[in-house]
């Protein structure tokens, strides 16, 4: 069964860096697309960043273009984002969300179940 496991939240001062990781088991298909959603308070979840598994291609919401990087290590079927210049808008429980290789799909929510989430705090 498909588990996603994220860690690296937490709280951080605006302009300051975080790096979010997700650890993939129970992969199954050749490929996926896997990323990263958020959700703040009151707010709908939103598709932040994602990467093929496959060829490595991304993409990145218009809010977050030019401050996070996303990647992955095939090795330990695993994801990263790097997310610099965080900003207090940024802040939201950030869940890491696997699906098919259909950007489309990805970004209504993917396949479930989504990771745990981890908290992510920008504030001075």
């Known amino acids: 069964q498909l588990q996603l496991a994220e860690s690296g939240g937490g709280l951080v001062q605006p302009g300051g860096s975080l790096r979010l990781s997700c650890a993939a088991s129970g992969l199954t298909r050749d490929s996926y697309i896997i990323g990263w959603f958020r959700q703040a308070p009151g707010k709908e979840r939103a598709g932040v960043s994602c990467?093929?598994?496959?060829?490595?291609?991304?993409y990145y919401a218009d809010s977050v273009k030019g401050r996070f990087t996303i990647s992955r290590d095939p090795a330990k079927n695993t994801v990263y984002l790097q997310m610099n210049s965080l900003k207090p808008e940024d802040t939201a429980v950030y869940y890491c969300?696997?699906?098919?290789?259909?950007?489309?799909?990805?970004?209504?929510?993917?396949?479930?179940?989504w990771g745990q989430g981890t908290q992510v705090t920008v504030s001075s």
């Open positions: 990467i093929s598994t496959s060829d490595g291609s991304t």
């Open positions: 969300v696997a699906g098919p290789e259909s950007l489309s799909t990805w970004l209504r929510g993917g396949f479930a179940p």
